[in-house]
């Protein structure tokens, strides 16, 4: 019989250049509500999710549940994120 393990993103995301391609693949999308998941996904992954909701304010719980599929956390706890993953939210014109 064949066996299959669930797929967890974070197991490609092995190097910086993973992280950047993994971001901008989900910005590309335009689907905005799969940010937060990406974040969490990039924290668990450099194993930072604890140093990632001190930044936030909330405890470690509220954030996996803030940052999940299901989660709609506040732009703030986005932002502090991204700024705890060493990213900074910019919004350019468009060309």
């Known amino acids: 019989m064949l066996e299959t393990k669930k797929f967890e993103v974070i ?3 092995k190097t910086e250049k ?8 989900v910005l590309e999308e335009k689907d905005y509500t799969f940010l937060p998941v990406a974040l969490a996904d990039i924290a668990r992954a450099r194993k930072t999710m604890t140093n990632a909701a001190k930044a936030a304010g909330v405890s470690r ?3 996996y549940q ?3 599929p299901a989660g ?3 732009f703030e706890t986005v932002a ?3 700024d ?3 990213y900074k939210l910019t919004l350019v014109p468009r060309k």
């Open 66 to 68: 803030s940052l999940s």
């Open 80 to 82: 502090k994120v991204a």
């Open 18 to 25: 993973d992280i950047e391609e993994y971001l901008n693949v």
């Open 84 to 86: 705890s993953l060493g």
């Open 61 to 63: 719980t509220a954030l």
């Open 11 to 13: 197991d490609y995301l």
């Open 72 to 74: 709609r956390p506040a």
